[in-house]
């Protein structure tokens, strides 16, 4: 079974500085992407920033205020979020493409359970 627990998120002053760390654990055979996902009330999920296939993405509106990072012996991305706006105001979901132990035939996508992540003065 694998796992993605999330952790850094909060409430923050317009301006300010977060940084979100997701650990995946378990029954890994090979990480082929991992990366961050958000949903605000009454909108859709979108990708905020991710790693894939070598590359680094990034949403428009993120581009030059957040960083993502990764630490590969740890099975571990963080987020680190600066200039904080209030349309920050989100879940932070953890997203990782995983060919697991128990079947390296395909890869399958699993989910953080969310962190809150609040921008307000």
């Known amino acids: 079974q694998v796992q993605l627990v999330e952790s850094g998120g909060g409430l923050v002053q317009p301006g300010g500085s977060l940084r979100l760390s997701c650990a995946a654990s378990?029954?890994?055979?090979?990480?082929?992407?991992m990366g961050w996902y958000r949903q605000a009330p009454g909108k859709q999920r979108e990708l905020v920033a991710a790693f894939s296939g070598g590359h680094t993405n990034y949403a428009g509106s993120v581009k030059g205020r957040f960083s993502i990072s990764r630490d590969n012996a740890k099975n571990t991305v963080y987020l680190q979020m600066d200039s904080l706006k209030p349309e920050d105001t989100a879940v932070y979901y953890c997203n990782a493409r995983i060919i697991p132990s128990s079947d390296i035939r395909s890869a399958r996508d699993y989910w953080g359970q969310g962190t809150q992540v609040t921008v307000s003065s």
């Open positions: 378990g029954s890994i055979f090979s990480i082929v992407a």
